[in-house]
């Protein structure tokens, strides 16, 4: 696994320390260092040293994970690959960090991460083969890093792709103590011609969607302005949930599909799959559905989830801006031929999923890419 601690203390640090040398330079008789500046190499080699177990646990045919050496490297054809495409998909968290940082809960971030990424490759046909993470900070609390990155290769268990490198970046003065970013990286493969582009689409297949776990890792600049509105705190019980705080609930990992997703595709029944994070069913469904064909979704088949129900009403939003917004409950769609619906459903659920039909592919016309049925009296 390659880890390094890049560390970058920002210009106005090192300002700081040049103009007041008297005071800001390290007492030692070697004079000024970096950790004098803000930068600790030790406790990035600290965070290295703990985090080799986690990687080791990640370890799959292609990739051993191990520490060492500048790049990751993956063998294809050691992971079974004969014709493959590489597929790559790159994500963030979002402001759902924010929330992470100030509950001071870690443990499921890192999952969020892994699966914004490789959900996207999935809805490709890709298998995710290894992960690289980014993690920057003002000052590095190992416990907090570990926490993060013991979580991203959780996700990457979850996933089946190795945890095969990372990046930790320290820098005082880009961000404020206590903040820190992730950024991540997936690479994936599929077999030439088993590549999922939605061009399979056709007028009457069935839209099958797959539960999600939560809000996932979207709209959370907007769960923010309802819980500001509301006076409410993350420690305040979850009026959707007695048993929990908002922060636990609102915390929730987002639901990684990549095994119950690939053991459909590999059945031969899924024409196409819509990863549904930002934008919703309105902006996602589209991106996989051929020019002059719809999605038609019946809303009755779309009850809210308590949590979505509480934003809907605490906020007054819209049920079109619900749509677009959120997940609403279904975290991915698959477009599957009529004909081998109750196989995809019967797979998807012996993958633990909870698939359900909620709607058709239908000629467009000169309506929108997707149809929402009965919205306003389903999600009143």
């Known amino acids: 696994m390659v880890r390094r601690i890049r560390s970058r203390p920002s210009v106005n640090s090192r300002e700081a320390a040049i103009s007041t040398p008297s005071h800001t330079a390290d007492p030692s008789p070697e004079g000024l260092t970096y950790k004098a500046a803000g930068v600790d190499i030790a406790a990035g080699d600290a965070l290295v040293q703990a985090i080799k177990p986690l990687a080791r646990a990640t370890a799959r045919p292609g990739a051993d994970a191990a520490l060492g050496g500048f790049g990751a490297v993956f063998d294809l054809a050691g992971a079974g690959f004969r014709d493959p495409l590489l597929v790559a998909a790159t994500d963030g968290v979002g402001t759902k960090l924010r929330l992470a940082i100030e509950t001071g809960r870690h443990e499921g971030i890192g999952i969020d991460l892994v699966a914004m990424c490789v959900n996207d490759l999935v809805v490709q046909g890709a298998e995710p083969l290894l992960f690289l993470d980014y993690y920057a900070t003002a000052r590095l609390d190992v416990e907090t890093a570990r926490a993060v990155v013991a979580s991203i290769a959780e996700g990457c268990r979850m996933a089946g792709c190795a945890l095969a490198g990372g990046e930790t970046a320290e820098m005082p003065g880009l961000y404020a103590d206590g903040d820190y970013d992730l950024a991540g990286f997936a690479l994936g493969a599929v077999e030439r011609g088993h590549l999922l582009t939605g061009d399979r689409v056709t007028d009457g297949d069935v839209l099958v969607g797959l539960a999600s776990s939560g809000l996932h890792s979207n709209g959370y600049s907007l769960v923010r302005r309802v819980l500001a509105d509301q006076g ?12 929990r705080t908002l922060g636990e609930a609102l915390l929730s990992p987002t639901r990684i599909y990549v095994k119950a997703c690939l053991e459909a595709v590999r059945f031969g029944a899924v024409h196409a799959l819509a990863h549904i994070t930002g934008g919703g069913f309105v902006e996602n469904i589209p991106r996989v559905l051929p020019n002059g064909l719809a999605a038609v979704l019946d809303a009755d ?55 359900r039909v909620i709607g058709r592919v239908a000629p467009r016309g000169d309506g929108p890419a997707v149809r929402l049925d009965g919205l306003d009296e389903a999600w009143s």
């Open 232 to 243: 409410l705190t993350w420690d305040a019980p979850a009026p959707f949930d007695e048993k």
């Open 301 to 355: 088949a779309l009850p809210l989830p308590p949590v979505f129900q509480w934003l809907k009403r605490a906020g007054g939003i819209a049920p079109l801006e619900m749509a677009r917004t959120f997940n609403c409950g279904i975290g991915m769609v698959a477009a599957v031929a009529p004909d081998h619906v109750d196989e995809a459903v019967s797979r998807l659920s012996e993958q633990g999923e909870a698939p």
